[in-house]
Nanobody, 125 residues
Framework: QVQLVESGGGLVQAGGSLRLSCAAS????????MGWFRQVPGKEREFVAA????????YYADSVKGRFTISRDNAKNTVYLQMSSLKPEDTAVYYC??????????????????WGQGTQVTVSS
């Protein structure tokens, strides 16, 4: 079983940057695709970014393309989401997720097997 713990969230002004981290324990995630999703109250969980097991393929939602970068360090069993040029509409709880079955990654939340507890990101205008 894999446990995922997100960190790095907080309050930032519009135009600012944050880096989220997702530390995995219990098992190595080096063969897993990893993703970041976000959710605001009353809305469905939304895909943000995904990275393949090797890091060779990365996917982004159109709303964050060019502003966010997903990366991973398999030696540290950790995945990152670097967020720049943040906007108030980026405010959400951000979740890290691991996909055991599809090594290339996916934009579909239901394909992910493991989830963290989430970290709040608030962008003020």
């Amino acid at each position: 079983q894999v446990q995922l713990v997100e960190s790095g969230g907080g309050l930032v002004q519009a135009g600012g940057s944050l880096r989220l981290s997702c530390a995995a324990s219990g098992r190595t995630i080096s063969s897993y695709a990893m993703g970041w999703f976000r959710q605001v109250p009353g809305k469905e969980r939304e895909f943000v970014a995904a990275i393949s097991w090797s890091g060779g393929s990365r996917y982004y939602a159109d709303s964050v393309k060019g502003r966010f970068t997903i990366s991973r360090d398999n030696a540290k069993n950790t995945v990152y989401l670097q967020m720049s040029s943040l906007k108030p509409e980026d405010t959400a709880v951000y979740y890290c997720a691991g996909c055991e079955r599809y090594h290339s990654g996916s934009t579909y939340a239901y394909l992910y097997d493991y989830w963290g507890q989430g970290t709040q990101v608030t962008v003020s205008s």
